[in-house]
């Protein structure tokens, strides 16, 4: 069975740009959750989807961070404009009941 | 609110055992999940074990818990120097609305040959 996938593992980007990251779950999986892990840090979420609906994104900057997950399969992140407290590990999880959460490898992000 | 305390650093020889020590705030957590994170790699999910349970052993692991302290521990057995990596304890927390995790900073076990 397929892991989650994340495109790309890594991003370089000046502040202000905009960046958008990819994640395609488990096959199957309905929740799909988007982390962020700064240096140091365990992940926070940052939103949930059920589907292709939001349950949680009480924890999203949502001036700057948006995401969507239109077909309810595959779903992206953006963020537009970066700035630099935005540097992390951007991680995709899916869940299939809620019980236990995979995680892809992470997308790198560094804002200069 | 909610939060989750570990150690950030273990030391151990190869062949001793590891002892990863976790505490948790959510009382009404019902999950409590150790995740593996190797050097740039995402999080791998090792063990997870269920509130009305002491004790889960999986092979070389073994979760223990202490509902009345909130206290859980992850015992390694016969370390390897593979098992070098950043070690996360989560708990599941129903204060949200649909039992997000909550993860611990990471306790970094390095083992020497």
């Known amino acids: 069975e397929a892991g989650v996938a994340q495109s790309p593992r890594y991003k370089i980007i000046e502040k202000r740009q905009s960046v958008a990251f990819w994640c395609n779950p488990i096959?199957?999986?309905?929740?799909l959750y988007w982390y962020q892990q700064i240096l140091g840090q365990g992940p926070k979420l940052l939103i949930q989807f059920q589907n292709n609906g939001v349950v949680d994104d009480s924890q999203l900057p949502k001036d700057r961070f948006s995401a969507e997950r239109l077909k309810g399969v595959d779903s992206t992140l953006k963020i537009q404009p970066a700035k630099l407290e935005d540097s992390a590990v951007y991680l995709c999880a899916s869940s299939f009941g809620g019980e236990t959460q995979y995680f892809g490898p992470g997308t790198r992000l560094l804002v200069l | 609110g909610e939060d989750v305390e570990q150690s950030l650093f273990l030391s151990v020889r190869e062949g001793d055992s590891s002892v990863i020590n976790c505490t948790y705030t959510d009382s009404s957590s019902t999950y409590l999940y150790w995740y593996k994170q190797e050097p740039g790699a995402g999080l791998q999910l090792l063990t997870y074990?269920?509130?009305?349970?002491d004790m889960k052993q999986d092979q070389r692991l073994t979760v223990l818990l202490n509902k009345k302290d909130k206290h859980l521990s992850l015992r390694i057995a016969d370390t390897q120097t593979g098992d070098s990596a950043i070690y996360f304890c989560a708990e599941r927390f129903y204060g949200g609305s649909q039992g997000n995790l909550i993860f611990g900073k990471g306790t970094k076990l390095s083992v020497k040959p």
């Open positions: 096959s199957g999986h309905a929740t």
């Open positions: 074990i269920f509130s009305n349970m």
